[in-house]
């Protein structure tokens, strides 16, 4: 299951994009420490593209940016929630900074690398995605209210396989109009 949403290239729009994903993962029955962590996440991820990159470019409406999740819920066995960020790209890629103890800024991406199983960015000729992948944890389906889903194969937490889970790369979504 996908989700995507065209935000405001605001500041704003952080509040808006943690109230849509933990809404939508408490929903799906997620709780606790990892509600708390997609947030932080989805926060630092869009934080950064409001303030180091460009809007997205025609034919997306003017200054917005998109966040999208998409979940493997494996009943049971858990599952994982990837979290991307969508932009029309900077002038350097995203990286993890290590800054020192009296920066003021600098430890979004090492946050994130932190809490995510994995992360990674894509760019394309007027893109860049950022995502992350956030494990959920296994529990009784009474616990997640969580369907299973047979034809999802799920990768080792520690990244092996490479890349984004299932193969799943979401085409940002372009309004029609």
């Not at 790209?89 to 020192?100: E, F, I, Q, W």
């Not at 932190?114 to 529990?139: F, M, N, S, Y």
């Not at 299973?148 to 080792?156: I, N």
Request: include cysteine; charged fraction near 20%; hydrophobic fraction near 40%.
């Amino acid at each position: 299951m996908s989700k995507a949403v065209l935000l405001p290239h605001v500041p704003s729009s952080v509040t808006a994009a943690r109230r849509y994903l933990c809404s939508d993962l408490r929903a799906r029955g997620v709780r606790g420490a990892v509600v708390e962590d997609a947030a932080l996440i989805v926060s630092e991820l869009l934080s950064n593209a409001l303030r180091h990159a460009a809007p997205l470019p025609p034919p997306f409406p003017p200054d917005t940016v998109q966040m999208a999740w998409h979940f493997a819920l494996h009943g049971m066995d858990g599952g994982w929630v990837e979290i991307s960020v969508c932009d029309g790209g900077a002038d350097t890629l995203p990286r993890a900074a290590y800054p020192s103890a009296a920066a003021l800024g600098g430890r979004g991406l090492g946050i994130v690398q932190r809490l995510a199983a994995k992360w990674g960015t894509e760019v394309d000729d007027t893109t860049t995605t950022v995502w992350a992948v956030v494990e959920l944890p296994a529990q009784g389906p009474s616990e997640t209210g969580a369907q299973t889903d047979p034809g999802t194969v799920m990768r080792p937490a520690d990244g092996a396989g490479g890349g984004r889970p299932n193969g799943f790369h979401p085409a940002p979504q372009r309004s029609r109009a």
